[in-house]
């Protein structure tokens, strides 16, 4: 489950009746519509011949905490529909575990008794369900002026230079582009290479940026319950996630203090940092500077090209090839998906938040 | 609170009466005693010119759950007393925020009454509360034959080349390094560089990298309480980090699947990875192999050389400097912390992991 | 959520789409499908003029984390479809709350945004969710041996002398009475006494007890997660329960300890007790003994003489009367509600307590 | 632990070190002394001849989370020394467990390791730790106009008409009985009760009722997470209860639905129940009325009187009898653990309620 106040859970698997997910402690009055859900979902199906062929529809379907197009405070089922599934090469390869996938450790943690199929539970096809959920949760931040984006910086040895931006024309641009890339150029070299990676029959790795703008000073719960900490949690739960960084990140491992250090400036009446290497968050809380962070993300580990495995049925070595439709690179379809889940944990700290805010008058007097 | 079966909660200021931790469904009949906490603790004590000068004792006090020696089951209070304070110069100036410390949020977030002196909750010391609860951890966790090792492999530009290994050769090589980095030409050399940096008044940030052997295969609970995800979480309760990535982690970004994938061969009969990439984790999930992680360390925000902040009381920009003892590279005494929430996290899922694998023969009949 | 180990969330309308169950944490091999829900589920259906004339199909679908026949170990949804809805009641009194519902509380607590139509979330409706949970958990709990039966020993001024076993006969019994009571005489006077409240347009209440056999010594974590708690919180999710009381309950109150202890006697060479006024359980640990505990019912508020409330659009006085189908006794069709969070709570317990249980070998040597 | 929000663990065994709590998630500002703790432990302190002769003088130590004598929004340590102990005789009867005790259950529990001595964590003394938490609870609330009474009704078969009155004037009758009742001819007859219980080398239960005045409307988030559900869990952190009920609990049983229900009416302009049946909770929601709840205490299992158990070492029939000091009717000595614990779930509760409430203009606009 990831939060604590704004709760949510997921469920399904690839090849099963269904994905979704459940939000527990959403507060009345939101918009909460299929349309709602179905606009953020579009931004995670294949645009293009860069991502997974599988036609997936992902059409949400609100079973229950709804009522007249407005949460009623009631848990939210949101679920979606498999289709389009053949699980026979599944059948082929059960015994063979995939290199680098979950095939072999599913295995072993459930008893031989997991549906395999279409990677169950480890599909990435589960981030429809923390899509549709995140979808809810902008709504609820929306409310509060907070908005997050997530966008492709890097595949493979392609690097964008994007300079994020709290605008509509932002949005657009990472709408725009095949590989969630609002920098064009960049764009463009990517599509390229994951194309050239793609005819080979392999796959190439990828950073996701997120930025989140607008969050209030003080979110999170130090010394334990930090909110980089729950975002990095969070993030985690997005197949393939490798590695997460705040603002400078492992670049601050080679910086000097002298340099890293944000200097404190007043704008517009306000303290603000003059800098942001610290990607928002000091010390387990926001401290009002855009929050910042990346997600590395591995090279698909399904891939055409032959790989050493093993046959669990005979113990003998066994060489797997030809897997089929997969994203080439999977950071492209998940970068919604990391934006998402940083709306869920950003939801979840800023109920939190309220619970000490609402406060603040009676206590302080 | 770290974990769900084996639950941690810290609490304390940098100059309060103490800092420490207790620990619920820590189950009975482990070791637990004062030099058992002690000998963790002397393992971040100030070893060197190179880390604060503050002579914390650290002399902890089991003030419940042990019973001649032993885990009783119940609750175990560890109480780490503070001496040595003094805090007359935060008061001097606790309305000017070192920058990129938490000073300012702290005050936004807490409504002016934390306790600033010191750096308060936000304070480094408080990684001794979660290095005493580590040993316990690690007493557990060594019935199983797991052990964890965080040793420092980065210190500004200066990389060492670490090849970790299960022995106590290798433990010994950490612990007699100032610097925490079993290697020894490494250790010289940031040795070296932390000193050059002290005697600047400036800090430098640093990378421990961290390791796990015997992780039995399957512990994690994906979805969302994965263990990588819950290990993440875990780190950011230690002051000063930016990141943290899993095997070849942000490396990965760069790479293709047909060189970052695992092949799964079969030695000494059992099925194991030949490259270890993945960091020990797949599918949230452990696989079988050494974890490995890395976690990217900020500079010490506080530093002597002078830095641009806000006078809050007058709201008027305002330089600070000269700030006394401070460690110059936080990373440092933060590895045999990094080493204890690791514990904790493995630990906590370890006994989750038995609340299935002990039904097993009883529902595989 | 109910369980920590073994986790059960419910959602659901009375007249929405839908409502059920996710349930995370059950361990993987269990034979979990349609026809087990089945079967528990028919046990709270309306059996005779009794109870509710709504026809409730309650045909559960599973949704996910089962594969051929049983559990994975990933989430289970469970969904039942709601049908033969009829809102248009609801419509015409949605702003004269019933006296002693949750329609007055929930228009506040939601901002007048929750779907009131048949009660929404507060409907007894949802027990079902709770019921289909329920018999996955008595699956789990089959596999060591432990039993629960909740039967009906008292509707209004009708008592029931009931002994409860641990056999296929003592099950029969309480399937086999229109009111869940096991003793055919009292059985024959509840369904007396509830025919003649229902045709007084009354209602009238009753009281639930439950045993559980076969409970290892030993569940519980106390000082605070006792087991009796947490059976007591999750009782509190059935609609109209207002008390539970364990073993001797109330009448402990007006016992001396020399009558209410139970001496521990040997039997069969185990230590056992005498008597079991504790109801199995002591210091919030289960002792061995049988647990036995008694919830009380409130009659049902939705009756059909006249009542007084207030109409909230004109905060004037008001009379509300005539409300159609429901059941006169919730008791009844709540019996198998309460046995089902008793196995819930029961089988987080189990699991819980194997987390310390599969560590003892390697602990104690 | 108690609570998500203002969350409660404990800690500490009755001849060990120490008892206390640790508080987490209390906002900043409140007044939190060793003197505010002190009036309410005081409260509990034996108070004449007919609670135990221990002399606990429960001097509460503040150890972290407060600064200046206000809570600083950190976690918050309170500890409280034991003194007066003699395990001399718990030495002599470790294997001769008390019927209907922990003793037995704990040692089959924690695998024999566990701390004994006056019941271990087992003792009515862990309540001192209650308390003192509940004493910062009770300042939160206070901000909110909220307050807490609880009191003995019955002793035995005495039992006492209360009517209670959110005044001084009741909370000083509570404090001056010698037995927690604050109806004065019930106290002389329940102190005299007592007192020849005790002689007799005997002991009685009781029942202790609570009231929490000011209670908004709408505190709970069911279906699931109801505020008696969560009352109900907590009061099982004190030892000896064995049943709780709300507002007419058990006795609605009885009832008809026309009788029981609360009937709605307008007072002052606001809508109110004209009956208070329901005793402030409906549908796991508080309804505005006063929130009222009885908890029944077993008589106190440690006596003086000769009992028969059996002897663990030799697993032969054993007589135990001549315990020593021990308050005869636990029930008087946990009326303010029993107001303690209500007040720990009301302010968690509160802070849960403002999370949405906070969120409330900014919602519906």
């Known amino acids: 489950m990831i ?29 909460v519509d299929e349309e709602l859900l179905r606009a953020e979902l579009r931004r995670r199906r294949p645009g293009s011949a860069l991502t997974s062929p599988r036609r997936e529809e992902d059409e949400p379907v609100i079973m229950s905490g709804v009522f007249r197009g407005r949460s009623t405070g009631a848990p939210i089922l949101i679920v979606i529909y498999n ?30 008794m997991n549906d395999y199929r279409g990677g169950g539970i480890f599909s990435g096809r589960l ?14 931040l929306g409310k509060h002026g907070i908005r997050v984006y997530s966008y492709v910086v890097k595949v493979g040895d392609v690097e964008a230079p994007v300079k994020p931006e709290d605008s509509p024309g932002f949005r657009e641009a990472i709408d725009a582009s095949p590989v969630k890339c609002p920098d064009p150029n960049a764009s463009e070299l990517m599509e390229g290479l994951v194309g050239r990676v ?7 790795g990828g950073v996701v940026e997120t930025v989140a703008f607008n969050v209030p000073v003080g979110l999170g719960f130090p010394p334990i319950d930090t909110l980089d900490g ?48 610290s990607g928002g968050i000091n010390g387990g809380l926001s401290n009002g500077a855009p929050i910042v962070f990346r997600v590395a993300f591995r090279p698909t580990p399904t891939i055409r090209k032959p790989q050493r495995t093993v046959n669990l049925a005979t113990m ?43 406060m603040r008058s009676r206590i302080l007097g």
């Open 230 to 277: 729950d975002i990095a949690k969070a993030v985690f739960a997005v197949p393939g996630v490798k590695g997460v960084e705040f603002g400078a990140g492992f670049m601050m491992a080679g910086m000097r203090g002298s340099e890293a250090n944000d200097p404190l400036i007043i704008h517009d009446g306000k303290v603000v940092t003059e800098t942001n290497n």
């Open 198 to 204: 793609s005819e080979e029959g392999d796959s190439v």
């Open 316 to 358: 003998q070595p066994a060489v797997i090839e030809g897997w089929g439709r997969h994203d080439p690179c999977i950071a492209i379809r998940a970068a919604p998906a990391v934006e998402a889940v940083t709306a869920l944990v950003l939801a979840d700290h800023l109920l939190r938040w309220y619970s000490w805010e609402g």
């Open 83 to 112: 289709r389009d599934r053949d699980s026979s090469f599944y059948e082929a390869i059960k015994d063979t575990p995939r290199p680098s996938h979950a095939d072999y450790v599913a295995r072993v943690k459930y008893w031989g």
């Open 3 to 31: 939060g604590k106040a704004f709760k949510v859970s997921i469920f399904g698997e690839s090849h099963g009746t269904c994905i979704g997910a459940l939000i527990e402690g959403c507060p009345p009055g939101l918009r």
């Open 127 to 140: 981030t429809a369900a923390l899509v549709a959920a995140g979808a809810v949760a902008k709504e609820l």
